[in-house]
């Protein structure tokens, strides 16, 4: 089973995957005139003026249910994998990987909101790239092609969120509270389905709300504890920031032979962990009530940058600060080790007791417990992040490939594979659980590469709609007032929830 997820894996994630994420990164940002510079203030200021509505939620609530699914086992035992097997290099490329995805996720956000539509079963927002895939082209004669591209996307994400993925967190959060409390897997197993099929049958008001009270808290507090221990070593910092810069370009002699695994390891652990350009974003921008899509695109630009920016900075720089790391030859155990900080014990494989190990050096006893915490909160916010996400293309795929049959039967397939989606995802969370990491974390990596192939070359076709709002909410910010979006002003064809959208607090002046 592993020889086989491994050379999938390997297929999927070659260095073509690895150039493409940057060189998309590099594009938009400069197709943008780096939007994520220039609107930094635009994306604080969003978070505070959103609106909320029986169908749509606010932005925060769009925020916090992006950050469920970006912020998981991704920034923890994430980052101690890059810095393991790509040396401490890797984190400058993770931050790169980053500052250059938040122009992607803000084109895909965008997308996402310009061509969303309203649940016919559940009245909610949905969208996503299946959606913009669809749809964007509509009016073309690729028009079928791209109709196409959004039934495989939608498959895709199903297959990837419902199955592949969740078995990563539900693994990692296991595997932490074993080391803390010695709990056996099955019974985190137990405890994880019943948390989850609560709030996963509440559907998407109860994820925003689940996702908004839990998010940013154990974010926070998970942020300030890390920057205490760093600071608790900050005269070793200087030395750390060196380390990560010369080992990025194979300056640094004790890392020069991992460069090429630097880089591959950094973009590889940031997209899975801040998900730009894999094409989750949008369907949290989607269900977002907002009177421009270009706002949401600004929050979700924002997402990128507190999930790598700051959650995973923070455990790098724990690790690295404190010397709870552990570099390995060849991107691999079975290589030997390359170099370490001194600090891990001799038993310490790689993942969330690098950072347990890391906390215990500055809080003798808490580590292990404090990561134990946080990787339950951040784990299954992120397993409810990927359930809403595979719901929400299992109703595209329902929707619009039941339209021949019988009138009345199409709720009722959508109720049904609904359940069924439901009853898979918390199997797969009970599987991956008691499953081996290393498998696990191939079946997530095969998970993400699929929707980041799809969904950025689908990005780079579709692109021009994001353009058009971004220049659209810039001119009517100029003027003083609130952007609204009308599509058919920018000559946007497909975008037929705005075309009915109600305008007139367009009037009203910014404050």
């Known amino acids: 089973m592993s020889d086989v997820l491994g050379a999938i894996n390997d297929v999927i994630w070659s260095d073509w995957l690895v150039y ?18 220039r609107h930094f203030k635009g994306m604080i200021s969003q978070l505070v003026r959103g609106e909320t509505s029986p169908s ?30 790509g040396g401490p290099g890797a984190m400058f490329w993770m931050w790169m990987v980053a500052f250059l995805g938040a122009s992607t996720s803000f084109v895909e956000s965008t997308l996402g909101q310009i061509y969303k539509t ?34 495989v996307f939608a498959a895709v994400t199903v297959l990837a969120c419902g199955v592949l993925l969740p078995g990563v967190q539900a693994n990692s959060m296991a595997t932490a509270i074993d080391g803390a409390w010695t709990v ?11 948390v989850l099929a609560f709030v996963i049958i509440g559907g998407v008001k109860r994820i925003a709300t689940f996702a908004s009270f839990v998010v940013p808290f154990m974010a926070l507090a998970y942020i300030i504890l890390a920057l205490i221990v760093v600071l608790m070593n900050a005269s070793v910092l200087p030395e750390v920031l060196g380390m990560v810069f010369r080992s990025a370009f194979g300056l640094d002699s004790a890392f020069g032979a991992v460069v090429g695994l630097a880089v591959m390891w950094g973009v590889k652990r940031g997209v899975y962990s801040n998900e730009a350009g894999q094409g989750t974003g949008p369907h949290a921008a989607a269900a977002a009530e907002v009177s421009h899509p270009a706002k949401q695109g600004l929050v979700q630009a924002f997402a990128v940058y507190v ?60 580590g292990a417990s404090f990561i134990a915490f ?9 397993i409810i992040a990927y359930y809403y996400m595979a719901e929400t293309n299992l109703r595209f795929l329902v929707g619009t490939s039941s339209t021949t049959l019988i009138p009345g039967i199409k709720a009722s397939i959508g109720r049904v594979t ?15 659980t008691v499953n081996t990491a290393a498998d696990a974390w191939l079946m997530g990596d095969i998970g993400v590469g699929l929707m980041a192939w799809l969904n950025i ?13 971004l220049r659209d909410f810039e001119r009517q910010k100029k003027l003083g007032i609130d952007p609204v979006f009308d599509p058919k002003a920018l000559n946007i064809v497909g975008a037929t929830f705005w075309e009915s959208y109600d305008r007139d607090r367009s009037k009203e002046p910014v404050a």
């Not at 056996?184 to 019943?194: C, L, N, R, Y």
């Not at 946080?374 to 992120?382: H, P, V």
């Not at 609904?418 to 991956?432: P, S």
């Open 457 to 469: 070359i689908g990005i780079l076709i579709l692109q021009q709609p994001a353009y058009k709002a």
């Open 307 to 366: 999930d790598t920016l700051f959650v995973c900075s923070a455990t790098g720089f724990l690790i690295l600060s404190t010397g709870a790391y552990r570099v390995f030859h060849g991107g691999s155990e079975d290589g030997g080790v390359l170099a370490e900080g001194g600090l891990l014990s001799a038993t310490a494989v790689v993942g969330p007791q690098f950072v347990q190990e890391g906390f215990d050096s500055a809080f003798s006893g808490f």
């Open 184 to 194: 056996s897997p099955w019974i985190v197993a137990v405890g994880a389905v019943i």
């Open 20 to 37: 493409l994420c940057l060189a998309a990164g590099v594009y938009f940002s400069v197709r943008s005139r780096f939007m994520q510079v």
């Open 56 to 85: 749509g939620v606010s932005s925060f609530q769009a925020l916090a249910m992006s950050l469920s699914g970006r912020v998981g086992t991704g920034n923890i035992a994430g980052v101690a994998t890059a810095i393991a097997f």
């Open 374 to 382: 946080s990787l339950i909160f951040f784990c299954l916010t992120t």
């Open 118 to 151: 309203r649940d016919p079963l559940t009245g909610e927002y949905r969208g996503g790239p299946a959606y913009y895939l669809s749809r964007a082209l509509a009016h073309t004669r690729a028009a079928g092609v791209f109709k196409v591209y959004g039934y």
């Open 418 to 432: 609904t359940m069924a989606l439901q009853v898979a995802i918390l199997i797969a969370v009970a599987y991956g």
